[in-house]
C-alpha cells in the first residue's frame, strides 16, 4: 500500500513537498516514482528514483524538482520548488515492490498564477 501526502493550493514560484509511504510487507523496492496528471491530458512521468540511487526526470521539471528517497522508511519524497500553473496536476506515486508495480492514490497540486 502507498500512501501520498503533501498536495495543496500555491502560488506561482512556491513551493510543496510530496511524500509518499510504502507500508505492508516489502522485501524489497526496486523504483520509486512520481507521475501526473492534468484535467484532459495523459498520466506523465515527472521523477524517479532506483535503489542504485539513480534519478531521472522529465525535462519540464529539471532544475526544479527533487527526488529523494528514505529506503529505511520505504518513503519517496518530490521537492517542488518554482512551481508554476503548468505543475498543476494530480500527482501520484508509483513504486516496483517486490517486482510488482504499485500506486497511490493521487494527491492535488494546484499552482495559481
Known amino acids: 500500500q502507498l500512501q501520498a501526502s503533501g498536495g495543496g493550493l500555491v502560488q506561482a514560484g512556491g513551493s510543496l513537498r510530496l511524500s509518499c509511504a510504502a507500508s505492508?510487507?516489502?522485501?524489497?523496492?526496486?523504483?520509486m516514482a512520481w507521475y501526473r496528471q492534468a484535467p484532459g491530458k495523459q498520466r506523465e512521468l515527472v521523477a524517479a528514483?532506483?535503489?542504485?540511487?539513480?534519478?531521472n526526470y522529465a525535462d519540464s521539471v529539471k532544475g526544479r524538482f527533487t527526488i529523494s528517497r528514505n529506503a529505511a522508511a520505504n518513503t519517496v519524497y518530490l521537492q517542488m520548488n518554482s512551481l508554476k500553473p503548468e505543475d498543476t496536476a494530480v500527482y501520484y506515486c508509483?513504486?516496483?515492490?517486490?517486482?510488482?508495480?504499485?500506486w497511490g492514490q493521487g494527491t492535488q497540486v494546484t499552482v495559481s498564477s
Open positions: 505492508g510487507s516489502i522485501s524489497s523496492i526496486d523504483a
Open positions: 508509483n513504486a516496483y515492490i517486490d517486482l510488482r508495480s504499485f
Open positions: 528514483i532506483t535503489s542504485g540511487p539513480t534519478t
